[in-house]
């Protein structure tokens, strides 16, 4: 059984361009949660989708959004990149996203320069 | 909110204990721990529910003290494995999120 794949692996991009990252879950799996990770501060939630709807939202700025795809692949999109964007970005799937096991994909590395 | 961890770091010899603790200042519905080993993927090791049981996984348990708000995860007779950075996850109904500590660093040394 295939785990939670994320893509691209690694990204550099320079202040004030986009970014898109792409997260397919296990399959099956129909809850979707995003998180940043920053060396020290732990992984922040950044928000979660079930069946294509955001059902909670973490306190980032309007420039972090995301969707969800109706096979419940996901992508989220950083806008006017900033140098402190600059994290491992991980998503991680379940079967509901409520109080259970979160299987986490190996994230994207991004780096704004 | 996100829970406080503690110790933010611990080194270990094989064969030792350690406690790591994870507080909130709200009340709790679940908590979860996670350990990542450098350069992967955070790895489920178990939940906690509120008006659960203490939980086991191999050598490591947990408990889960809905008074004090706080859950302590058991590390007993380390082994090398047991590297990484432990996180606690806590989780309130029907959130569908969950707040992450800050991680504790363990190295448990031969």
């Known amino acids: 059984k295939a785990g939670v794949t994320q893509t691209p692996r690694y990204l550099i991009k320079t202040r004030g361009q986009q970014v898109t990252l792409s997260c397919s879950p296990i399959?099956?799996?129909?809850?979707v949660s995003w998180y940043q990770q920053t060396p020290g501060q732990g992984l922040q939630f950044l928000f979660e989708y079930f069946s294509e709807t955001q059902r909670n939202k973490g306190n980032f700025p309007g420039r972090f959004s995301g969707r969800q795809f109706s096979n419940s692949r996901s992508e989220m999109n950083v806008s006017t990149l900033e140098l402190g964007d600059s994290a491992l970005y991980l998503c991680?799937?379940?079967?509901?996203?409520?109080?259970?096991?979160?299987?986490f994909g190996s994230g994207t590395q991004l780096s704004v320069l | 909110q996100q829970p406080v961890q503690s110790p933010q770091a611990v080194i270990l010899r094989e064969g030792e204990d350690a406690v790591i603790n994870c507080s909130s200042s709200?009340?709790?519905?679940?908590v979860h721990w996670y350990r990542q080993k450098h350069g992967e993927a955070p790895v489920f090791l178990m939940i906690?529910?509120?008006?659960?049981e203490q939980k086991g996984h191999e050598k490591i348990s947990a408990s889960f003290n809905e008074k004090k708000q706080q859950s302590s995860l058991y590390l007993t007779a380390s082994q090398l494995s047991y590297s990484g950075t432990y996180f606690c996850?806590?989780?309130?109904?029907?959130?569908?999120?969950?707040?992450f500590g800050a991680g504790t660093t363990v190295t448990v040394r031969a």
């Open positions: 991680a799937s379940s079967w509901t996203g409520s109080d259970e096991k979160l299987f």
């Open positions: 709200k009340a709790l519905y679940s």
């Open positions: 906690l529910l509120k008006g659960g």
């Open positions: 996850g806590t989780g309130f109904s029907n959130d569908y999120k969950l707040s």
């Open positions: 399959s099956g799996h129909r809850s």
